[in-house]
């Protein structure tokens, strides 16, 4: 089964400075897509960026990038030069092994940018 | 292009009562999967249609059913509703392969009284 950690169930961060939001992953498969999604209060899910188990460079979108490290399994989520509107929930989900779109998400992190 | 649209945004319901809900997919878009959010269960898998038929199935009980349209648009049916049934249910879509990103819509809030 596969499963997802999100240690970090809130964080603060300065405005215009970095933040990095952890997640663990555990599966057995060796084919898997990790994804990071941004809840606002609003509840919509807004995806972020995307991360193959095959892709060897570190993902990259806009201030957003990850730090995959396979061997550990984990996929840590980098946001830099904070904006007062990255506040919100982040979730990290994971697709692996058969057919089909299943994403298991993590237990969420409550990221809040101070002015 | 337009995003993926649930209707309605809010609906309340009393314990025994049925419920439908609806999710219209970005447009070229064949896969539509559904989840429940809670508070104490956060964000479940409940199932996923692909070309009108179902592709996979979360650990959900037979009140939670679902069905795909020929143009792609889906339904989500609870019924005997229970008060652990409220929830947000988010309705998301992709367009076809296990490789795309699923774009979620704004959700269905769904309070059991």
């Known amino acids: 089964a596969q499963k997802i950690t999100q240690t970090q169930p809130g964080m603060f961060v300065q405005e215009k400075e970095a933040v990095t939001l952890d997640c663990t992953y555990d599966t057995s498969d060796q084919s898997y897509g990790l994804f990071w999604y941004k809840q606002p209060s609003s509840g919509e899910m807004i995806f972020l960026i995307y991360?193959?188990?095959?892709?060897?460079q570190n993902a990259t979108e806009g201030r957003y990038s990850l730090n995959f490290q396979k061997a550990r399994k984990s996929t840590n989520l980098v946001i830099s030069a904070s904006q007062l509107g990255d506040s919100a929930m982040y979730f990290c989900?994971?697709?692996?092994?058969?057919?089909?779109?299943?994403?298991?998400f993590g237990g969420g992190t409550r990221l809040m940018v101070k002015p | 292009k337009a995003g993926v649209t649930q209707t309605p945004r809010y609906l309340i319901k009393t314990r025994g009562q049925q419920v439908t809900l609806s999710c219209s997919p970005i447009?070229?878009?064949?896969?539509v999967s559904w989840y429940q959010q809670t508070p104490g269960q956060g964000l479940q898998f409940l199932f996923e249609?692909?070309?009108?038929?179902?592709?996979n199935k979360g650990n959900f009980p037979g009140r939670f059913s679902g069905r795909q349209f020929s143009n792609s648009r889906s339904e989500m049916n609870v019924s005997t509703l229970e008060l652990g049934d409220s929830a947000l249910y988010l309705c998301?879509?992709?367009?076809?392969?296990?490789?795309?990103?699923?774009?979620f819509g704004p959700g269905t809030r769904l309070t059991v009284l």
């Open positions: 447009s070229g878009h064949r896969s």
């Open positions: 998301a879509s992709t367009v076809s392969t296990s490789a795309d990103t699923q774009y």
């Open positions: 989900a994971m697709r692996s092994g058969g057919v089909g779109n299943m994403l298991t």
């Open positions: 249609y692909f070309s009108e038929t179902q592709r």
């Open positions: 991360q193959g188990s095959y892709d060897e």
